[in-house]
């Protein structure tokens, strides 16, 4: 009899809980991983993103091979497929266990309940581990035994509980007995033929944990400080292997209790403001177990449900496109289209302008930076989104209003990040660049701003108390 390791988003060896229990049977272990694209394509999942985990899927397979684990690559359609695929490899390789890191969206929950229930019914168990947060969604509550819903109270119990978990990472598995040969599905050619190309971000595990260490030691020091500036190289840009869980979040924190012992659980330092966007992440994820209004596209507070977003493809196209005529927000979204990317102070100001400003549903933004982002993952954006359109747990007031333009003096005051992105405006100067005069905007042919800011904020305040007064 085997173990069937089916990987999701936890594609790594070191700290992986559920290899460490299937090679721990001394049985032979397989792994194996699932392709399911018109599931991806239902929920979003960019071009991008799909190249970076068929990539990672390539990587993963050699440093399972390296420990003499197989990874069966197989490809089915969507959830559905799922379970035909597993009990096939289960009989397939006299499976008695297959062990797997929880998911926590509702369509995925779903999925492993059927599958749970179909494995059960041939004696065959379903172990699921915590893998791809540190906290188990349910493990830190209220003292009413609710969930957090305020980000605050939620990272103060978050980190007063560490001390029951263990942090040092678990190692990769020691060279497993060696497999007798099998079919592992789709072959790397076919990988990179599906993923059209190299993705230009770290996909072994090595070249990732490189990357995260030089975060750690030369820059997080530095993070709280220069952290909002989008042309300053000072966040880590790991959110890519964060949201495939090429490494743990007990990995990162094991880290920076190491390295700043007397700093890491202190905002206020660059090391403890890091670990704060770590918990941000994890907070997200225990919102989205919890509460299955996330997963439907409700908004979270129920009194802004009924608020009437305007219908507008015209502004919408032109956010999409980098063309709204505010300079930040087109370097932002321009940024997005190419590079999959955006930095956080930017993603917050195009999703205010985009529901505040141009009063747009946060849901069409949502399912456009899914559509575009490389580290797309529900419960972050959503959470964003959510945050920025005052209709989430823990939002943004809705009469906290960011004005792009004073945002985008501040923390780009030079204007390099726009200058780097909106090519019309590379020769501006600092004072023009952040709102370009009429003639400017025309000799440049850059286009007029798409609404009055000023005018748009009071109408958006306005509509939000209105709403709230009427429940
Ligand atoms: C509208 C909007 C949409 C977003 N969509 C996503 C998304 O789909 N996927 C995603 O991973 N992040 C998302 N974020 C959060 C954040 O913008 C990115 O995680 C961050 O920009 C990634 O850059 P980094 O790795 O350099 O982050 P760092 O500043 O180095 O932070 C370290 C890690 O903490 C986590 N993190 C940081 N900030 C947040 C946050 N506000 N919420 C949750 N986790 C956070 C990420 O995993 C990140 O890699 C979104 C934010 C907004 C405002």
């Not at 999701?8 to 460490?20: K, V």
């Not at 059927?114 to 906290?135: C, W």
């Amino acid at each position: 009899m085997a173990k069937l390791v089916w990987f999701r988003h936890d594609l790594r060896t070191l700290d992986n809980p559920m290899l460490n229990y299937a090679c721990r049977s001394g049985q032979p272990v397989y792994g194996c991983y699932l392709i399911t694209a018109q599931q991806w394509q239902r929920q979003n999942h960019s071009p991008l993103r799909n190249q970076y985990v068929l990539n990672r899927l390539s990587a993963l397979r050699q440093e399972l091979a390296d420990c003499h684990i197989p990874l069966i690559i197989k490809s089915c359609d969507d959830y559905d497929g799922c379970l035909y695929e597993l009990e096939q490899l289960c009989m397939q390789l006299a499976i008695d266990e297959v062990v797997m890191g929880a998911e926590y969206g509702l369509w995925e929950r779903q999925r492993d309940e059927k599958i749970h229930a179909a494995l059960a019914t041939q004696s065959i168990p379903m172990t699921r581990f915590t893998s791809q947060v540190l906290v188990a969604p349910g493990e830190v509550t209220t003292a009413q035994g609710q969930p957090y819903r305020v980000f605050t109270p939620f990272s103060k119990a978050w980190k007063a509980q560490l001390s029951l978990h263990e942090l040092s990472p678990l190692a990769a598995p020691k060279q497993h007995p060696q497999n007798t040969k099998i079919d592992e599905g789709l072959s790397d050619a076919q990988l990179t033929r599906f993923a059209g190309g190299e993705s230009c971000w770290p996909v072994t595990q090595e070249q990732v944990l490189n990357h995260l260490n030089l975060f750690v030691k030369q820059k997080v020091s530095h993070y709280q400080q220069w952290r909002d500036f989008p042309s300053e190289p000072a966040t880590s840009r790991l959110s890519v292997a964060l949201a495939h869980g090429v490494f743990s979040t007990a990995q990162a924190l094991h880290l920076l209790q190491q390295s700043y012992p007397e700093q890491y659980l202190d905002p206020k330092t660059g090391p403890g403001c890091w670990l704060n966007e770590l918990i941000w992440r994890e907070f997200y994820i225990q919102l989205l177990a919890q509460f299955d209004t996330i997963s439907q596209g409700l908004a979270f507070k129920s009194e802004t449900r009924a608020i009437q977003w305007e219908q507008n493809p015209a502004a919408l196209t032109a956010w999409q496109q980098g063309k709204t005529g505010i300079p930040i927000v087109d370097a932002g979204m321009r940024q997005l289209n190419e590079i999959g990317w955006m930095h956080n102070r930017v993603r917050m100001i195009c999703a205010s302008f985009l529901c505040k400003n141009l009063w747009l549903d946060w849901r069409e933004g949502e399912k456009y930076f899914m559509s575009k982002l490389i580290d797309g993952h529900l419960a972050s954006n959503n959470g964003g989104w959510q945050w920025s359109a005052s209709t989430g747990t823990d939002a943004a007031p809705y009469f906290r209003v960011f004005n792009p333009i004073s945002q985008s003096q501040k923390f780009d005051p030079q204007g390099d990040y726009i200058r780097h992105w909106v090519n019309e405006l590379a020769s501006l100067s600092a004072a023009q660049i952040h709102d370009p005069d009429n003639t400017v905007r025309q000799k440049v042919n850059y286009p007029q701003p798409l609404v009055d800011l000023k005018q748009s904020r009071k109408q958006a305040i306005a509509r939000f108390a209105a709403q709230t007064k009427r429940d």
